[in-house]
């Protein structure tokens, strides 16, 4: 594994967390526990859709999830209460270790990039947010591609935006599915474990895998 030139991070729960959400869930009329649910249903068909060659932007893909969960439950009034739910992703905190991880980089003169599945402006919303807009060079979306990660095409875009080849950069994220997309598309790759959250064994074994964000990083720049 060579040392990465720049190091791309997921958003969504790899750096920030979605528990400001929670309670918005239950005051939409949902239970707190469908978080959860709520976002892997989201994923899912996304990545369906991306299977068929078929893109539909976040936003669009959450409403729709939420709306059928509503739905399910009887719930009346769902544009309201969706909205809602869904203005509280400019509220969401970084998780403790995310600003730490990155001021190593940076001191090391490694290029930070942010490559979500969700919007550049929400994305740059929270960068700012939460104090990082000084150590984070480019926010780049999967609507530039009109694809959704783990498809090969966006991790190469990435590459391409941030000036390297893809065997030097790193992809960092807390979820399997894009461990193995961004190995497969020939990144470096890191993996932190959110909540002791093990890596799906189905999926690629990532080249640095640690419980912080902080160990991740170290393990990268070490190589």
């Known amino acids: 594994m060579p040392r990465p030139d720049a190091i791309a991070f997921d958003a969504v ?3 920030f967390s979605l528990e400001k ?3 918005r869930m239950e005051q ?3 239970e707190s526990y469908q978080l959860e649910s709520w976002f892997a249903q989201m994923l899912r068909d996304a990545f369906a859709l991306g299977a068929l060659d078929i893109y539909r932007p976040f936003r669009e893909v959450a ?3 939420l709306d059928g969960m509503m739905t399910a439950k009887g719930i009346g009034g769902r544009a309201e209460r969706i909205e809602a739910i869904l203005s509280g992703f400019t509220e969401l905190d970084a998780e403790p270790d995310v600003k730490p991880a990155m001021q190593a980089v940076a001191r090391a003169g490694v290029s930070i990039a942010t490559l979500t599945n969700g919007s ?3 994305t740059r919303a929270l960068i700012e947010r939460n ?3 000084e150590l984070v060079s480019q926010v780049i979306s999967v609507d530039e591609v009109g694809h959704w990660k783990p498809a090969a095409r966006v ?3 990435a590459a391409a935006r941030i000036g390297v080849p893809p065997e030097r950069l790193a992809l960092v994220a807390a979820h399997g599915w894009d461990v193995q997309g961004a190995r497969s598309a020939g990144l470096i790759t890191g993996y ?3 909540k002791s959250k093990p890596r799906s064994a189905v999926m690629a074994e990532a080249d640095v895998e640690a419980a912080s964000l902080p160990e991740v990083v170290e393990g990268l720049l070490n190589a």
Do not use: C, D, F, Q
Request: proline content about 4%; cysteine-free; charged content about 25%.
């Open 131 to 133: 104090g990082l807009s």
């Open 13 to 15: 729960e790899t750096l």
């Open 192 to 194: 932190v474990a959110r």
């Open 155 to 157: 991790y190469h875009h």
């Open 120 to 122: 550049e402006k929400i």
């Open 21 to 23: 959400l929670r309670p």
């Open 28 to 30: 939409a009329g949902l």
């Open 63 to 65: 409403e729709a999830t």
